[in-house]
């Protein structure tokens, strides 16, 4: 044998068939949607998240998770249906894209958005699963075994904040997240004041804090005047970042804070398509850009974020308030980019910590390792999804 006919041989034994989608189902999470922060609150029964998952005739199944709720997905499944059907499951970013391409004129950014995103993270599912690799690696590599999740909570007034955050600190957790509740809302500066000190004297010094203001919430009543101040305010309790201070369209207000405030300004969550990100880092509104993987188009969309992110100078932290699915995508891109040292963890929230045979796991140093199983590297358990929805047989297979 030649070595041109050898190598011949190898080639043809790498090349992987084509794995056909043959039916995507979706499955509303219902009966214990965490709270919000939201002025009209989220009801336990409320669909604010869904699992989507790919089936193909190799017998493999990807799956993804959405923010938004799941009848609007089961509407997008329709819609995309003639699309995706016999579509190669083995190529996520050519199928994604031809999902947009086709669709955009529909409206960009909504529920089709939404709906692809999870279709996109199951797709990648899939590939890592057929190659026997973990997604990250696909993705770009391991940079990092394992990162350190912040604890995202909700604001209380003053005298609650200790209860808010120090179970939390007692499970290992040692950066943590405030956001949304009353900050901001009571037309006190004063109080806003004292639920950052108690939340910092709760943390301990030794711990990262952040702030989220929730401007993204209905009727935010502030400004830019009032973002101004609360940053230096916030700053002097060595707040890491100052999370949607503005409504989410204020792009000068948000260049102009950004140039001025003493702490990094990090936002980006209810933003769309990496179209829409562009402005907004070519112009200097963010030192930190937060897109959510399961609203932003997948982890096709979100890795070409973050890459542009980087020539820009800005910092990339995923927005993560969702399910046990999407910190598994969070996890694989984070151990794939140089620069991403943070993931968003819930807390307190049963689609994260409830869904999975082996739930997520902080180490003594208060990290989460990256998974190295296949695909997402996560796997659902039936018994466990069948607590949320009503349907559990039309997604696991």
């Known amino acids: 044998m030649t070595k041109a006919e050898s190598m011949e041989g190898v080639s043809k034994r790498a090349v992987l068939p084509k794995v056909a989608i043959t039916a995507i189902r979706t499955l509303p999470l219902i009966g214990e949607s965490p709270k919000g922060g939201w002025s009209v609150e989220i009801k336990p029964e409320d669909s604010v998240h869904a699992l989507i998952a790919v089936h193909t005739d190799a017998g493999i199944t990807g799956y993804g998770s959405v923010f938004t ?68 690696r696909l993705l770009g590599g391991r940079y990092r075994e394992r990162v350190r999740p912040y604890c995202s909570l909700l604001m209380e007034m003053p005298e609650r904040m200790a209860d808010v955050i120090g179970p939390y600190r007692e499970l290992g957790f040692r950066a943590f997240k405030i956001g949304w509740g009353p900050f901001g809302r009571t037309g006190s500066s004063r109080t806003d004041e004292a639920i950052v000190a108690a939340a910092r004297a709760a943390a301990g010094d030794d711990a990262q804090l952040f702030v989220d203001a929730g401007a993204s919430d209905a009727h935010w009543p502030n400004g830019l005047k009032w973002a101004l101040r609360t940053a230096e305010m916030l700053a002097a309790h060595d707040v890491g970042w100052f999370e949607e ?33 562009l402005p907004w880092l070519a112009r200097g509104a963010f030192d ?86 296949p695909g997402l590297g996560v796997v659902l358990d039936p018994e466990k999804v069948a607590r949320y929805t009503a349907d559990p047989g039309r997604l696991i297979r």
């Open 69 to 136: 709720d799941g009848r609007l997905v089961e509407a997008g499944l329709q819609v995309l249906e003639p699309l995706f059907q016999g579509e190669n499951a083995l190529e996520p970013e050519r199928v994604a894209e031809k999902l947009h391409q086709n669709t955009f004129w529909m409206g960009r950014g909504g529920t089709l958005t939404h709906t692809i995103s999870g279709i996109d993270m199951a797709l990648w599912d899939i590939l890592g699963k057929a190659l026997a690799m973990p997604v990250g």
């Open 245 to 277: 201070p503005l409504v989410p369209d204020a792009l000068d207000d948000f260049c102009t804070l950004r140039r001025s405030s003493p702490l990094p300004i990090a936002g980006g969550e209810v933003l769309t398509r990496r179209q829409v990100f």
């Open 288 to 373: 930190i850009v937060q897109p959510d993987v399961t609203k932003v188009g997948g982890l096709s969309e979100q890795r070409r974020i973050a890459w542009m992110a980087g020539e820009f100078g800005v910092k990339y932290v995923g927005h993560g308030w969702n399910t046990a699915i999407g910190l598994a995508a969070d996890l694989q891109l984070a151990t794939a980019l140089p620069g991403c040292d943070l993931v968003e963890y819930i807390a307190g929230s049963s689609y994260l910590d409830g869904l999975l045979d082996e739930p997520f796991r902080l180490d003594d140093e208060g990290y989460l390792a990256i998974p190295e199983r």
